[in-house]
DNA sequence: GTGTGGTCACAAGGTAGCCTTGTGCCCCAT
DNA sequence: ATGGGGCACAAGGCTACCTTGTGACCACAC
């Protein structure tokens, strides 16, 4: 949970845009506010903190070290905001005039947003129009159907194969990992390893029969007799929730727990002779590579960063 | 910039929180606001995005498709802003009965912040009482300096070699990469690779002399003659924006500039036959291991997470 | 059937924050 | 000397948010 001295977005992209231009006027006229609501804007924040931020001159605003600080921070913060408007926007879109995008579950909360940024930037750097896109999240399965009905121009998917009658690429892999609560068991021992066979004889917490997740696993387990489900929910993040909470063990996107398993909510485990990587690929129609144009720059964004 | 369509910190933080918990009261409980300012916030939000994020039961709120979408994009705001919230709290805490930690600017701005972040979960997992923490953000050398003298309990420095005179622990390695503008022409090369000796030739946007990044760099240049630099800049920030602008090349830390590479922002070059990795040392007084408590805590932390 | 607890929405009222307009001052460059 | 850029202070208005109060609905227990 957020402390009480945690500036707003606002406040934060005010100070970064200071440090870029180096005053609070024209920061301010960049924002599309007036020069008093920014200053006042950031000596609001600055009581916040609790420390000055700008040592303000007659020509201009420089940082302190404290808001050298801030800034950095801050960047960090914005560039996950700004995937986040990304994502929003192409979720926001008209259908009509606009590339149409459509992308499994995990490929469209953890990937694409990034993409689409830096898609953004480089038409921007290069001059070109900026594309907007529209974004439809699903399973792997119905991508594959809206791509090949013509609903969406491009689609992302993830699973052991490319769909079958789409022309396809590789844009990067995403490894399955096996995780559980910090309380758990397994997260006390010091190897973090437990072998296939006694994964699969533990009942587990899954998402929904048809995910792409859950089918990589249960088809890297098939050697061994099934068990039931402890729970099955329909979420990721409740996913991630129960197993934080104890319920035990899942198996989930490297990306989606990566950060859980950093600030130590979620812990990885090992599991010994099980391959539970799946391909992340991209599909189109009609030849060999995806339409020029904006389809084909985002496949090649996304096979630069997919690595 | 942002757009006027992204909700605020708290806005996002109350639906992860809804997700959570399942329901708008118990969130708004968690928040400590009532659930009709929980309701209406969420109204407001749910206007921006432009489409419904809960689906409303008598018996507590789901979370619709885009609002799952939403709770991934939020959750990696909120990670980052939980982050500055940690620095932040360590810089303004009062500095009695605090562990005091000092750190070089680099590791303070990019490191430090989730290393804090992971040790407070932890504490809290093992039932620990949480440490408050007293940050001073410094060059390596007044670090050294300030470990040396007792006035920080725990210095974390950037360079070559840990400093003489104090026990230390290798926490990581921070590697330093040259970057150019999107514009220039090393970042049109197709190779995206100049020799150490076109760089030792060409003027270089630098920080000020003294400070780590630049003694690695000249260090590791010594053998070529060297070249008066375009600009000389105080901070990293400066530093970036000025490349970012065009005005030359830089060395910089690889974890000040992972967002901006990723974004395009700026372009890594490489450099044939130099070493820019730098090691990143703990340091202390007193012993070969860093004294028990939060500042072995801190260092296992930052050992665990270095690699 | 009825009470109880839990959920959410609507309405009214107050407060506080934020933004704009208007103004003054200071310094530097021309 | 003068204009322009930059920041702060003050006043006023509006908006957005939060709280209190209320109602409706549903599940479950008795």
Redesign the pocket.
Known sequence: MLGSHVP?L??LELLVV?AR?????????EL?????????????MEALVGAPL?S??????ALTETGELLVQWSSRVLDAAEQLDAGLTALRQDRRGHLAVAASLTIAEYLLPGWLVALRSQQERLGQPVTEFTLTATNSERVAQMVASGEAALGFVEGPEAPEGLSHRLVGVDELVVVVGPHHPWAQRSSRRVSAATLAATPRVVREAGSGTRTVLERALRDHPPTPPVLELTSTAAVRAAVAAGAGPAALGAHAVRDDVATGRLVRISVSGLDLSRRLHAVWTGGAHPPAGPARDLVAVAVGRGR
Not at 21 to 26: A, F, H, K, V
Not at 33 to 44: D, E, G, L, N, Y
Not at 56 to 61: A, I, K, L, P
Request: no cysteine; hydrophobic share 35%.
């Open positions: 707003e606002r406040a200071v231009t180096g005053s609070l006027s024209s920061a301010a006229a599309g506010i007036t020069q008093q609501a920014a200053s006042s804007r950031m000596r609001t700008l303000r001159t007659r020509r201009g605003s």
